[in-house]
């Protein structure tokens, strides 16, 4: 079974600075897809950023980056010049096909929070 | 701005009630999934829908959840009876699939925040 861990439950850093949260994820497949979810206090799952296992290249979304490692089967996150509006719980999620649809398996999260 | 929806954004409820939880996933997906959160659990799979046929309930209990599609624009979770364990933040999401393998991302809806007393 795929199971998707993060090490960090909560993190507190000051604005602007970089922050890498970690997540590891255990699977015997060769091709899936990873995410990371940003869950600020209202509660929305929103999706920050994703890594298809089949590039190499890390996935970059404005202040948001990835380090993939493949062979090591981790997928953290890096965020830079954080701001405060990036406080919020991030879970990294793996996901795998099942019968021709594709299932999210959750991190259990790691709460970011952004001090002034 | 397409975005999933789902109503009541709240429910209280008392135990042993029926508990109707709805989805409006964006427009031109076909897929849809129905996720509980709890602080226990945290992110749990409960059911998902391909071209509106279930594809998989094995999270879900059968005995008092329930998940339909009558439509495509329409995704129903329902518990009857509800108990206090049932108390969590339901989300459903939507994603489109072409073919097997091709990535498929989901997109969340805002949640409905289900208390039971």
């Known amino acids: 079974a795929q199971t998707v861990t993060q090490s960090q439950p909560e993190m507190s850093v000051q604005e602007a600075e970089t922050v890498t949260l970690s997540c590891t994820y255990d699977?015997?497949?060769?091709?899936?897809?990873l995410f990371w979810y940003k869950q600020p206090p209202s509660r929305q799952m929103i999706l920050v950023i994703r890594?298809?296992?089949?590039?190499?290249q890390n996935a970059t979304e404005n202040r948001f980056s990835v380090n993939f490692q493949k062979a090591a089967k981790s997928f953290s996150l890096k965020i830079s010049d954080s701001q405060l509006g990036d406080t919020a719980m991030y879970f990294c999620?793996?996901?795998?096909?099942?019968?021709?649809?594709?299932?999210?398996?959750f991190g259990q999260g790691t709460r970011l929070t952004i001090n002034p | 701005d397409a975005r999933v929806t789902q109503t009541p954004r709240h429910k209280v409820t008392e135990m042993g009630q029926e508990v109707t939880m709805r989805c409006q996933p964006i427009l031109g997906h076909n897929t849809v999934f129905w996720y509980r959160q709890t602080m226990m659990q945290g992110l749990e799979l409960l059911a998902y829908f391909r071209n509106r046929a279930p594809l998989d309930d094995s999270g879900m209990p059968k005995d008092r959840f329930s998940a339909e599609m009558p439509d495509a624009t329409l995704a129903t979770l329902k518990i009857q009876p509800s108990e206090p364990r049932d108390s969590a933040v339901y989300f459903c999401?939507?994603?489109?699939?072409?073919?097997?393998?091709?990535?498929?991302?989901?997109?969340f809806g805002p949640g409905t925040r289900l208390t039971v007393l």
């Open positions: 890594q298809e296992a089949y590039k190499q």
């Open positions: 699977t015997s497949e060769n091709n899936y897809y």
């Open positions: 999401a939507s994603g489109f699939v072409i073919t097997r393998g091709r990535l498929n991302t989901q997109y």
């Open positions: 999620a793996f996901m795998k096909q099942i019968q021709g649809a594709q299932k999210l398996v």
